[in-house]
Structure formats: C-alpha cells, structure tokens
C-alpha cells in the first residue's frame, strides 16, 4: 500500500505502527482487471499505474491522488466481488485473533503482501473488512486529508458494531494515537487525528435478503457530478440502485456495490 512515490522524496515512510485503527485504504476484488478498469474510467474518470504487489494489482489515481487499489483475485481466492475497506493495524495476527475470539471470521490470511501483510475479515454480524500491517502510502497525511474516499458500516446495532471495532482496532483507548469514537446524530462517528474517517449506523437487517440492507461497509467516492457518474455506470453496463441530488449508490458489471457522493468544498 506504499505504491505512490513521494514529491521529491520530502515525506518519510509511514507504517501501521505509528498510524493505527483508521481506514487507510479501499479495495475492490474483481474478476477482469481490464474491463474493471474500463468500467471505474468512464464513471469516475480514474487513471491507472501499476502496484507493486504484482500484475493482478492496480492503483487508482483521482486528479493524481491515490483512491484505491484493485485485486484481480476474486476467482483465484473465490472471493466475492466487492468493495472493501482496510483498517491499519500494528500487528495482523493480533487483529485476526481479536476478531475471532469477538465471533468474527477469519475468510482470507493474513497473507505476506510486500511491504506489509493482510487479512480480509468479518465482524459479527457478517460485514467484510480489512486489516493492513505494514508501510502506508507515502505522502500519508495528504493523502488522509484529501479524502476521496469515506466509509460507513450499515449494521443492526450501532454500539454493539462499536465495541467490537474498537476491542480489535485499539479505538477509544489510552494509547497514544488511538482514534476519538463519538456518538454524534444518531450514529456513532470515528475519528483519527481530528478528521471524521468513518460512520456507523443501526439500522440492517442481518437475514435480508437483499444484500444491501444486510450488514456492509459501504465506500463512498468524492465526485463533482454524481448525476454523469450514474448515466456513466449505466452505459458502460452497471446499474443504479438508489439516487438523490447529491449521492448515489452504483453497481458495477460485476456486482460491486459502491457510493458515489458530492464533493464538499473544503
């Protein structure tokens, strides 16, 4: 997740250590990394640059600031195609074990992901996620800051999501860098170094058998026009789910679902 090259070489490397229980990056498992890249171009007007984690993989690039990644592993791993977020963590055995012993599920790794290692999991109630060990991506703070990308956990109870988030990632604790947990509006909101990152909201049915009223994380993408983005998604094979003036939940060809919301002027 270090696969964007520092401006001059001016910032130091960042890793999991130092940076721990925030999201620090979004991931979609595909089957066809061509024609993914294909469909996230004309919707979200991404350009491309290869990772260093190998051929299967892609970094995403939004007016040259890194987005996501994507892992052409669905079938290889037999892994769902889906968009998913990643929480860094100064130990990915330590992560894994916590969720398991919380009745979380262990679906892949932690596997070795030069400069770092992985695991993808999932909570209790059956919403997917990530962990990352290792080096972030250079330039980390920008990059936070920026923000193009923002998460939310639909869950059935909001507090109980919570406490389990925050026994495995380490938040609300007395440890020096830890993120601020707040509830705020009717959802719980987490924060990391004062920035709102994430949101959790009660509300998902855990047997529906709609996938989208089900326990997720749903990925957000800043956008300018979340009108041309539907009509884009729609042309080039996607679908539309839901659609107000300034959000829209998208499907891609494959069955990804992801959020397109409008950018807020900062």
């Keep these: 997740m270090n ?3 520092t401006p001059r070489g001016t910032a130091e490397v960042v890793s999991t250590h130092s940076v721990f229980g925030a999201p620090c990056w979004v991931s979609l498992t595909s089957r066809d990394l061509e024609a993914t890249q294909e469909f996230y171009s ?3 007007g991404w350009r491309w640059r290869p990772a260093k984690l ?3 993989f892609r970094v995403a690039l939004a007016e040259s600031v890194p987005v996501a990644g994507i892992a ?8 769902a195609v889906a968009w998913t977020p990643y929480f860094a963590v100064p130990s990915a055995d330590d992560a894994v074990a916590r969720v398991q012993e919380r009745g979380g599920t262990s679906a892949v790794g932690p596997l070795s992901l030069p400069p770092g290692r992985a695991a993808l999991l999932a909570d ?3 919403a997917t996620f990530g ?6 991506i250079s330039n980390w703070e920008t990059w936070r800051r920026a923000a193009p990308t923002f998460i939310r956990l639909h869950t059935r109870d909001a507090f109980d999501a919570a406490m389990f988030y925050g026994e495995v990632l380490d938040w609300a604790t007395d440890r020096p860098g830890c993120c601020e947990v707040r509830y705020e509006g009717g959802e719980v909101v987490l924060r990391s170094g004062g920035d709102v990152v994430a949101r959790i909201e009660s509300g998902a049915l855990e047997a529906a058998p709609d996938p989208t009223i089900r326990p997720h ?4 993408f800043a956008v300018r026009d979340v009108e041309g983005c539907a009509r884009a998604a729609e042309l080039h094979g996607g679908s539309v789910l839901s659609k107000v003036v300034d959000e829209a939940v998208l499907r891609d060809p ?4 992801f959020t397109v919301t409008l950018r807020a002027d900062r």
């Design 3 to 5: 696969d964007v090259k």
């Design 42 to 44: 004309a919707v979200l």
């Design 54 to 56: 190998g051929d299967r």
């Design 72 to 79: 052409a592993v669905a079938s290889m791993w037999q892994m």
């Design 124 to 126: 209790r109630d059956g």
């Design 131 to 136: 962990v990352w060990e290792g080096e972030l």
């Design 217 to 220: 994380w749903q990925v957000h």
């Design 254 to 257: 494959d069955g990804a679902q």
